[in-house]
């Protein structure tokens, strides 16, 4: 199994931006589909941006498109998510996550493993 570990939120003003990490630990990082989420007060988690093995193939949910760009590097186990132009309801707690094998890469539900989150708050 994997371990995760999310850093690099916080408070950010309206157009800003920030970058997570994701340092993962355990079995090969290299074997992991990555994949970054987000949850807002009262909402449900939904899916921010993924990333392949290789780290070749990239996935985005409309609101991350042209904003967001997620990338690993396998030889330090570790994942990011590059945010800028970043808006109000961007806010929310981000969690990543890493899968063996997936059918559907943007359900939370096809992925086993997952970090504790980290906070991102922009104001506007």
């Known amino acids: 199994q994997v371990q995760l570990v999310e850093s690099g939120g916080g408070l950010v003003q309206a157009g800003g931006s920030l970058r997570l990490s994701c340092a993962a630990s355990?079995?090969?990082?290299?074997?992991?589909?990555m994949g970054w989420f987000r949850q807002a007060p009262g909402k449900e988690r939904e899916f921010v941006a993924a990333?392949?093995?290789?780290?070749?193939?990239?996935y985005y949910a409309d609101s991350a498109k042209d904003r967001f760009i997620i990338t690993r590097d396998n030889a330090k186990d570790t994942a990011y998510l590059q945010m800028s132009s970043l808006k109000p309801e961007d806010t929310a707690v981000y969690y990543c996550?890493?899968?063996?094998?997936?059918?559907?890469?943007?359900?939370?539900?096809?992925?086993?493993?997952w970090g504790q989150g980290t906070q991102v708050t922009v104001s506007s």
């Open positions: 996550a890493a899968t063996l094998a997936y059918s559907d890469y943007a359900s939370p539900g096809e992925y086993e493993y």
């Open positions: 355990g079995r090969t990082f290299s074997s992991y589909f």
């Open positions: 990333i392949d093995w290789s780290g070749l193939r990239t």
